[in-house]
């Protein structure tokens, strides 16, 4: 069974870039949910897909925005990139729509902006 | 929303020891989960614990979720135990997302 996986690990941009991150969900989820994680912090729901659809966000602006693709790998955009964008951004998969069921996380991507 | 609170924030033990580490949630829950999150960032599942009891290894979790708070109990600690453990949750009522505490930060030391 293949696990929760993310690209890039690490990536540096400047201020006002836009950058993508990818996530390949674990077989057999299909919903996938993004966080973001600063130093030292817990993790920040930013948004969920459940089914390619966006099924619930958090207080992030609407310049991070996402997809879900039909086999239920996701991305995450971030247009117009700011220094406090800088954080671990976590991919999560899981078997239900919503929160109820076990989520699993990927490894994460690294965001630095300069 | 929803708090979630860890405590203590920080804890530094002698390898053999044991530990307790507690999560504190102020409404209703149907999700509870326990992480590691090792040296690279990874969260690593510890339980899935919404309520009620269980073990793995030297782990070991319980929810009681009428008094709205969970325990994680470590045994015989090792120095691969260290990291930050995080405790997430999500409301009983309505669509919401897993909200995780400010988590707590284990050192064990040889």
């Excluded at chain 1, 969920?48 to 619930?56: C, D, K, V």
């Excluded at chain 2, 020891?17 to 999700?31: E, H, I, K, Q, W």
């Excluded at chain 2, 405790?87 to 995780?100: D, E, I, K, M, Q």
């Amino acid at each position: 069974e293949t696990g929760v996986t993310q690209s890039p690990t690490h990536l540096i941009k400047t201020r006002g870039q836009q950058v993508t991150l990818r996530c390949s969900s674990q077989s057999g989820h299909n919903t996938v949910s993004w966080y973001q994680q600063a130093l030292g912090q817990g993790p920040q729901f930013i948004f969920q897909y459940y089914r390619e659809e966006e099924n619930g966000r958090g207080n992030f602006p609407p310049r991070f925005s996402g997809l879900q693709f039909p086999n239920y790998s996701s991305e995450l955009n971030v247009n117009a990139l700011e220094l406090d964008d800088s954080a671990l951004y976590l991919c999560a998969s899981s078997q239900q729509r919503g929160n109820t069921g076990e989520l699993f996380f990927g490894e994460g991507s690294r965001l630095t902006v300069l | 929303g929803i708090q979630v609170e860890q405590s203590p924030p920080d804890l530094i033990l002698q390898e053999g020891a044991n530990s307790t580490l507690r999560c504190n949630f102020s409404d209703s829950v149907n999700n509870l989960q326990w992480f590691h999150q090792n040296p690279w960032g990874q969260l690593i599942n510890l339980f899935y614990i919404p309520s009620g009891t269980k073990q793995n290894g030297r782990l070991s979790a319980t929810t009681v979720a009428t008094e709205r708070y969970s325990l994680l109990y470590i045994s015989s600690s090792q120095t691969t135990d260290s990291g930050v453990y995080f405790c997430a949750v999500s409301l009983l009522s309505g669509n919401t997302p897993l909200v995780f505490g400010k988590g707590t930060r284990l050192s064990v030391i040889a």
